[in-house]
């Protein structure tokens, strides 16, 4: 009977051992780059959503003062439906940004100039870096359907995921680590995600976005 307690013990342990434990964040700075993009995100949503000029000027300042690098990462698509043209406008592209701005902004002088100095301030090469910071893509996911990414994370740094829909859907976000357990997830109603933990060991984890809704979702995928 104590043999059996014993292997039952070694198993347990064993399947501990083999999944990447979460460790505590709260000792971990968030990623000052991405915590600008989350808010980005937001005015966003916020600036097509209701029409706002400013909004989205001020989002593409932001985005475009971030430092970030080209998501390179093995991406798998699940099936791939018909897909129907909606009227919801999403985009985290500066110069997609601004050019909307200017359509909301209409006939209004400042809001206009102000726009076109931000465009100016871009087009001049004084804002994004070309190397450092986070990992950036925007893609779509099919509904009722989902993508996954292979992407390297570090032990003991803090790895962070963020996933912004384009408001047509629920999007979930799931990270798992490469024995396939599951190390982090976000599952709220929205279709805004974040994902931080601390992986245990250096390796390559799977991040599955999930469209919970009918039809696709554009979003915009970002990671440290």
């Known amino acids: 009977m104590k043999r059996f307690f014993l292997i039952v013990c070694l198993c347990s342990i064993t399947t501990v051992l083999l999944a990447q434990e979460e460790k505590p964040v709260s000792d971990k700075k968030a990623s000052p780059e991405l ?3 989350q808010t980005a995100a937001g005015l966003v949503k916020y600036g097509y959503e209701n029409y706002s000029a400013t909004a989205l000027i001020e989002a593409a300042k932001i985005i475009s003062e971030t430092k ?3 998501l390179e990462a093995e991406v798998t698509h699940g099936s791939s439906p018909d897909v129907q043209n909606k009227a919801s406008a999403f985009s985290m ?4 940004l601004l050019a909307d701005a200017l359509k909301y902004a209409g006939r209004d002088k400042v809001v206009t100039a102000y726009a076109k100095q931000v465009e100016k301030s871009i087009n001049s090469g004084n804002t994004r870096g070309a190397v450092g910071g986070p990992k950036y893509a925007e893609s779509r996911v099919y509904g009722k359907d989902y993508n996954l990414y292979q992407v ?3 032990a003991n740094e803090l790895a962070e995921v963020i996933v912004v829909g384009d408001g047509d ?3 979930d976000l799931y990270i798992y680590d490469g024995n396939g357990n599951l190390i982090a997830s976000d599952t709220d109603y929205t279709d805004q995600c974040v994902c931080r ?6 390796g390559t984890f799977t991040i599955k976005i999930v469209n919970r809704g009918a039809i ?9």
């Open 169 to 171: 859907n629920d999007l």
């Open 216 to 224: 696709y979702s554009n979003y915009a995928i970002a990671t440290n």
């Open 197 to 202: 933990w601390v992986p245990a060991w250096t």
């Open 93 to 96: 592209n500066p110069t997609v």
């Open 152 to 154: 390297k994370f570090w």
């Open 68 to 70: 970030v690098q080209d």
């Open 35 to 37: 915590t600008a993009l």
